[in-house]
């Protein structure tokens, strides 16, 4: 008898960040006897590329579309986007439909056929500019062929109040360490290559996990990207920062195992 193989759920990192963000959530996983791939988006964690190198969003998300392509053509996987990752996954559900059995949103992005991710970012912008002393350095490399290039710098004083709040002060430590700059896109960028389709993007079911104590991505705020864009189910891990595999790994990873049992 051909023995079934295991289940695989693929982790996409949010912005800033790299793969090792998910290390006490990868060995509770693996633990679990599921199998566990985490992605470096393109010049994030420890993948080659530099800030400056990025152009588009299709750039920056192609590690995980590679990834898929080079999949057996008969596997299924579990996409989890945690907070820009979810845009990730979402591009990624449009072009390789097949070959995801569902979409898990971390207090992600989660954009659709008919809510943009960029009407979504600008009303995030409009929220941010409410707040004094909050968010990132913007950056502007002048030294570029073409024109200017912009990219953002984290704050620890922010790391530390605004992201990893509920988090043990030792994955601050670690963070401070390996975050990298991250790319800003253009507008025009953002609008022609992060289309969705009803075809495509919304056959695959999603899940949404709202985390209440998000500083970031504001409780009320992901509340009503699921409203307008209602995902299959929605679960909440109390007392969850922005760095929930951080904060509540356990209550994640008893999250994950029950999605994994049921779409898979």
Not at 12 to 26: D, I, N, Q, R, T
Not at 27 to 38: E, P
Not at 238 to 257: E, N
Request: some cysteine; aromatic content about 10%; glycine content about 4%.
């Amino acid at each position: 008898m051909e023995r079934k193989k295991k289940r695989r759920l693929v982790l996409v990192h949010g912005a800033y960040h790299g793969a090792w963000c998910w290390y006490k959530l990868s060995t509770l996983l693996n633990s679990a006897g599921l199998q566990v791939t985490s992605l470096d988006m393109a010049a994030s964690g420890i993948h080659p590329n530099q800030v400056l190198d990025i152009t588009s969003v299709s750039q920056y998300v192609e590690p995980l579309l590679q990834f898929l392509r080079s999949l057996p053509p008969e596997e299924r996987v579990i996409l989890v986007g945690h907070s820009f990752g979810g845009l990730c996954i979402s591009l990624a559900m449009e072009f390789f439909p097949h070959k995801i059995a569902a979409a898990v949103f971390l207090t992600g992005w989660m954009p659709g056929p008919h809510l943009s991710y960029l009407s979504l970012f600008l009303e995030f912008k409009h929220r941010l500019s409410l707040k004094s002393n909050f968010g990132s350095k913007t950056v502007t490399d002048a030294n570029t062929n073409d024109h200017p290039k912009r990219y953002m710098t984290c704050d620890l004083q922010n790391l530390a109040s605004n992201v990893y709040q509920q988090s043990p002060p030792e994955d601050l430590t670690l963070a401070s360490s390996l975050l990298r700059p991250f790319p800003i896109f253009d507008d025009e960028d953002l609008r022609e290559n992060t289309k969705l389709t009803e075809e495509n993007h919304g056959s695959v079911g999603r899940v949404y996990i709202v985390c209440e104590q998000d500083k970031i991505m504001e409780q009320d705020f992901q509340l009503s990207m699921v409203e307008r864009n209602p995902p299959n189910e929605v679960k909440v891990i109390a007392g969850a920062d922005h760095m929930p595999m951080l904060s509540k790994p356990q209550q994640l990873f008893s999250y994950l195992q029950e999605i994994a049992n049921i779409y898979y």
